[in-house]
């Protein structure tokens, strides 16, 4: 009887624990573009993320200030890797269909 009794008390407890538990939310924002997007890159201090495009463009979205900038790499741009020159200056080494690999400096402030 003792045995059933604490067995019951068991199985209360983790039905009460099992129920208390609450699914974390998530948040979403959408960001229309007009061309198909080959690759999203977290910038190095990750404020901003970096879109190469199928029709050779990269986006670079700040997401602290909510602003746009466009940088014309020429074609399909496949890959992206900043590398920080100074505060204000980026390198971005960037993978760009029939032209192999591109070094471009970005002032962005």
């Known amino acids: 009887m003792k045995r059933f ?3 019951c008390l068991h199985l209360f407890f983790l039905i009460l624990v099992c129920s208390c538990q609450q699914e974390p939310e998530l948040e ?3 960001i229309p ?3 198909n997007i080959r690759c999203i890159k977290h910038s190095i201090d990750k404020n901003c993320i970096l879109i190469g495009m199928e029709n050779g463009l990269i986006v670079r979205k700040d997401l602290v200030n909510d602003v746009s900038d466009t940088i014309h ?4 741009v496949y890959d992206i890797v900043e590398q920080a020159v100074n505060d204000s200056v980026s390198r971005y080494w ?3 269909r029939n032209m192999g690999l591109l070094e471009i400096e970005y002032n962005f402030k």
């Open 94 to 96: 960037v993978g760009v």
């Open 73 to 76: 790499a020429g074609s399909r």
């Open 28 to 30: 979403a924002h959408e």
């Open 5 to 7: 009794l604490l067995l």
């Open 33 to 35: 573009f007009n061309a």
